[in-house]
Structures are given as C-alpha cells and as structure tokens.
C-alpha cells in the first residue's frame, strides 16, 4: 500500500515537474504578439474616470453615483476582463527584460502589487454580489479595482514609452 | 571488491564531465552566480576521487563511512541547489517578490510532510533493519528534491516570473534526473536491490551524466543578449517626452497671452 501512494506521488511530482517547465519555457518563449493578443477590451475611459475620482480627489467627490461608477467601469464584464488582462500587463511589463532587465523587474513588481490589489477587490465584490449582502460596500471595491488597473496601465505603459518606443503605439491601442 | 566493465566506464566517463563542467564554470566565471551548483559539483569530483582512493587502497569499512557521509553532504548539497535557483528566480531584485515566499514556502513545506508520511509508511523489500531506514531515506530524498523543484516552479510562473537562460538550462537537467531517480527508487523499494540492482543505478548515473552534458554545453554558451538603450537614447526619449509634454502648454499659454 505505502509504494503505491509514494508511485502515486511520484506520478504527480512528474506530471507537475512536466507542467512547470512547460510553463516556464512559454513564458520565457512567448512573443509579445502573443501577450498582447490576449489583452481584453475594456471602457478605458470610464475606467479612468472612476480610478481619477479616487486618486486624484477634486471638490466633490460624490459626483459620481453608484450605479454610474457600475456602468462606467462596465459592470461585471467589465471587471471580468481587468481581471484577465491583469497578469497579461504582468508579462507585458516583464517582457520589456529583453531591453531593460531591472527596470522590467521592478516595475512588473510594482504591477504585481497593484493586481493583487485588484484582485482582492474582485474577490471582495464577487462575494457581496454573491451572498447579496452589503452592498454597500461594492462602490468602494469598485474604486478601488478602477485604480488598480489604471495603475497597472500607466506603469506598463510608461515602461515602454522610455523603453520600447516602436512597441508603444500599438500598446496604447490595445490597452 | 572488483568493479565490473560497465561500472569502471561510467565512473570514469561521469568524473570526466563533471571536470569539463567544473572547468566551464570557472572559465566562463558561470560560479558566480550559481556558487551552490558549482560547490555541488566540485563536491562530486572531490568524493569520487575521494572513493575511488578508499577503494583501491583503503577496507571496506572506511569506503562504507565515507559514502554515506559523503551521501547526507550530496543531499544537503542538492537541497540548497534548489534553494539558490528558488532564490535567483523567486528573488529577481535581491528581495522576494510579493507573495513568492508564501506560495513556496507553503507548497514546499506540505510537500515535505507529504514526503515524509508517505516514506515512513512505505515498507521496502529489503533484507535488513537498517537497509530499511536507509531505502526510507532514499525515498525521503528523491520525493524532496523533486516537490522542491515543483514547489519553486510552480511559485514563480503562476507570478509570470520568467527563468532566465541558464537558470532553465540547470532547471531541466535537475527536473528529468530528479523524475528517474524518484521510479528508480520506487523500484527498488517494490523489487528489492536485487532486482536488476545494477542496471537501475546505470540508468540513473547515465541520465545524470546526460545532465551534466547538457549543463556543460548550456553554461559554456553565453545568456542571450539583453537589449539595453544606450545612456545617450535614454536621455533622448527623456527630453522628447519633456518637449511633448510642454509643447501643449507652451501653446496654451500663448494662446492666453
């Protein structure tokens, strides 16, 4: 019985052994085509609204209501999609070692940050829409998903505006 | 004891490469920044003279001490490889990188208990007390050296943190001798060492030599080029950025005036 749970084992450490290399060979091996074809559309504009409304604080800051903020950001498609481009920007960001090694690094570490930022507000929203209790809440996690993401964009972006300026166009197209 | 054909050509066949590969590792100055993996293999080339000394002119029971001393350095020794390649990958900065240490930690230390319970259950065919703590042993070691890899894998490319050229180089060398020795010891440990003992130890000795073949010709050739800007365009595309962004301004303000 012990030799058949340790072949078991052993069997699972290969095939994750398999796995893991496989993975790292693609991302070591993707070109940036790739990683740019998976970006998802999302309302850039609304999307900038929200996060400039949290991070750059005017006069009134409750111009913006709740249901618009929804829409504005999409709704849940919308934050789907940031969610799926997020570790997309993440190897954008690290793909740019090819010009600048540590600058790449850091920078897709600063991105990191703000997607498990984001990420944890995802998870926060989709609870409370699940469970429908305190939604309240939501419009908070809903900033602060929008500035996240907005983050992410403008660090990537500047990382390729100083790095990569023949890519930079058609990033600022996708994103 | 007299060595047979086979046994005396793998011996010196695998010395021979581990040489070349401790030689590319200081020439190309490889050491540097894999100081473990060189010490690992530095180590094999001094134990297998070592052995191969006690062997010829020494008894059986000062070889006996020295290989197993010799076995719980190697292990040691294979653990911290992984380590200092967790350390490079998972480390790109000299600091982990958000969340890396508490995936691997995580991942590695239920994988060792995994590891462990599984080794103590398992109850090998073999003749004697101690050879059964020693099979369990072996077992422990294959299982750990390959969920640490996995461990460490797995952390890094859910992060999207890319392995760099040399790095992949030792990392799939390690990863296919670390699979062999895991059904090499599961076969020993079902069949007992008799079981065509001696040609299960070649295949696991051939791929490591195999391995270190690869290492050799991976470390000898250059990491590809990274692409670099030049000071002079860095400060280019700095002052364009400026004049873009103050030309806008600059018409406003005439527009005002």
């Known amino acids: ?175 | 004891m007299e060595l047979s054909l086979s046994a005396r050509v793998l011996w010196t066949a695998g010395f021979c490469e581990l040489v070349v590969l401790v030689l590319v590792l200081i020439a190309r100055g490889r050491w540097r920044s894999f100081p473990v993996f060189s010490a690992y293999i530095s180590f094999q080339v001094v134990e297998t003279i070592v052995l191969y000394g006690i062997h010829r002119f020494g008894n059986a029971q000062a070889y006996f001490w020295f290989f197993w001393i010799g076995a719980i350095v190697d292990l040691a020794l294979q653990i911290s490889v992984v380590f200092e390649l967790t350390g490079i990958v998972l480390k790109p900065t000299g600091t982990w990188v958000r969340d890396a240490r508490k995936m691997f930690l995580l991942l590695a230390l239920t994988g060792t208990v995994v590891a462990a319970a599984i080794s103590y259950g398992v109850n090998p065919t073999v003749p004697s007390s101690l050879d059964n703590w020693i099979e369990k042993g072996n077992l422990f070691a294959a299982m750990l050296n390959a969920q640490l890899f996995v461990a460490m894998g797995l952390a890094s490319t859910r992060l999207g943190l890319a392995w760099r050229h040399h790095v992949m180089g030792i990392a799939t060398g390690w990863a296919a001798w670390a699979v062999v020795g895991l059904f090499v010891e599961a076969a020993y440990s079902y069949f007992g060492t008799n079981w065509h003992g001696a040609v299960l130890d070649n295949v696991r000795i051939v791929v490591y030599q195999i391995a270190t073949i690869y290492w050799t010709i991976n470390l000898w050739l250059p990491e590809p080029e990274t692409r670099t800007l030049s000071p002079e365009m860095q400060s280019y595309l700095t002052g364009l950025q400026q004049h873009v962004k103050l030309g806008p301004q600059g018409v406003s303000s005439m527009q005002r005036r």
């Open chain 1, 1 to 175: 019985m012990g030799i058949l749970v340790f072949i078991v084992f052993s069997v699972v450490l290969t095939l994750g052994i398999v796995i893991v290399h496989w993975n790292a060979r693609r991302l070591t091996g993707e070109d940036w085509e790739t990683l740019v074809a998976r970006i998802q559309p999302v309302p850039f504009e609304g999307l900038e609204k929200v996060a400039l409304d949290y991070l750059q604080p005017q006069g009134n800051q409750l111009l913006i209501e709740p249901e618009e903020l929804w829409q504005l950001v999409g709704g849940f498609d919308g934050l789907k999609r940031m969610r799926q481009n997020a570790d997309s920007i993440i190897q954008l960001a690290a793909y740019v070692r090819y010009w600048n090694f540590d600058e790449s690094i850091v920078v897709a570490e600063r991105i990191r940050q703000d997607a498990v930022m984001l990420k944890r507000a995802l998870f926060r929203i989709h609870i409370h829409m699940l469970f429908s209790m305190r939604k309240l809440h939501v419009p908070f996690h809903v900033h602060q998903a929008a500035s996240s993401y907005y983050l992410m964009t403008r660090r990537v972006l500047a990382l390729y505006q100083t790095n990569q300026f023949v890519l930079y166009p058609r990033l600022i197209e996708v994103l």
